[in-house]
């Protein structure tokens, strides 16, 4: 077979997420919690640069600060992949992260994703886009829906997954996201005794019927905000500035808070403005990642 072995690298995109809003319904018996969220990938992220090796080594280019690359969500996933297939190729992989880190805003586990939509691609695999779901889910709960690649409904520890059309309006907002400089470990946060664990769970046809009123929004929320606002002040005061713009919330188990708005000037406006020892940008939503096609939806028979 021919692969393509010219070294230059190829540049394919990492966009991070937000949880328009985080339910948690209960608690399974391996001690996951039950999930009900809403997924907008953003255009904003990190690029990922990958090439192809033929010795079948796995190298992380530049490894993160803070982070052994054997531990790198974009090296486990390049990994994992060449065991479940028995490939015998290997990747450089050069990340520029623009994502905060650990902000509730998936990029670690948008990393891991595309490296799985782009070795897909570049040794020629072929794997499904279930397939490829299911091997992200063994890194990380969050991996599955970049691989879904669209607005998204999810359930379960978030890898049950269902399109949404999310109405005009909000695809059109400018999303300002503003991190505060703390790190909220997700684990910490899931174990907390003073989590809500016990929300209602909502039908999607709740969203489907209510989205365009306010009624659905109302009454959605994202449930690990107080205890994250309790234990981090700084999360909560740059809640509480955003909140004074719109109906702002925490995006997965934080810090990042972000709100919408109508238009690049006020996002500008906004970004310029916020708080001390915050980090902030604006993007728009994503009707598809853009590696959306680098793996096939498996035909269900009727
Ligand atoms: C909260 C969310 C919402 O999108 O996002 P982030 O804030 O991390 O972006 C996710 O559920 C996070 O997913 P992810 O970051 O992939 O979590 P994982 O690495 O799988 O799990 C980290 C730890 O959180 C706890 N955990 C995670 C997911 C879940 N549904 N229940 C849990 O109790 C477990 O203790 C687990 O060991
Ligand atoms: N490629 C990666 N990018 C970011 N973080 C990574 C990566 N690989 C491993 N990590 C680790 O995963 C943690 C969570 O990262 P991230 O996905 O950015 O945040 P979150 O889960 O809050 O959305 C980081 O603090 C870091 O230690």
Not at 71 to 81: E, G, N, P, S, Y
Not at 111 to 130: E, H, I, P
Not at 180 to 202: C, G, M, Y
Request: charged letters at 15%.
């Amino acid at each position: 077979m021919l692969y393509n072995t010219g070294m230059d690298a190829s540049l394919y995109f990492a966009p991070c997420k937000l949880n328009l809003f985080l339910h948690i319904t209960g608690r399974r018996a391996d001690g996951y919690h039950a999930l009900q969220s809403i997924f907008l990938l953003l255009d904003h992220g990190d690029d990922l640069h990958i090439s192809l090796r033929n010795d079948g080594r796995i190298m992380h280019k530049n490894p993160l600060a803070g982070v052994l690359p054997d531990h790198d969500l974009a090296i486990r996933a390049a990994r994992a992949l060449q065991s479940a297939s028995g490939c015998q190729l290997g990747a450089d992989i050069h990340c520029t992260k623009r994502t905060p880190m650990g902000g509730g805003l998936g990029g670690g586990s948008s990393d891991a994703a595309t490296v799985l939509l782009a070795l897909n691609q570049l040794w020629q695999l072929n794997y499904s886009r279930q397939q490829l779901m299911q091997i992200g889910l063994s890194l990380g709960a969050d991996v599955p829906v970049f691989i879904f690649g669209q607005p998204a409904w999810a359930e379960g520890v978030g890898e049950q997954l269902s399109a949404v059309s999310l109405p005009t309006e909000m695809l059109e907002k400018y999303y300002v996201v503003v991190t505060p400089h703390v790190q909220v470990p997700t684990a910490e946060i899931f174990a907390h005794q003073a989590l809500t664990r016990d929300t209602k769970p909502l039908r999607i046809a709740d969203f489907s019927n209510g989205a365009n009123s306010s009624a659905f929004w109302q009454n959605a929320r994202n449930d690990m905000e107080a205890v994250v606002c309790a234990l981090y002040p700084e999360v909560a005061n740059t809640l509480a500035w955003l909140k004074q713009y719109g109906d702002a919330r925490m995006s997965g188990s934080g810090a990042s808070v972000f709100v919408a708005v109508d238009s690049a000037e006020k996002a500008d406006e906004l970004i310029a403005q916020r708080p001390e020892n915050t980090s902030g940008f604006w993007a728009k939503g994503l009707k598809y990642h853009p590696l959306f096609a680098l793996a096939n939806d498996e035909i269900v028979a009727g």
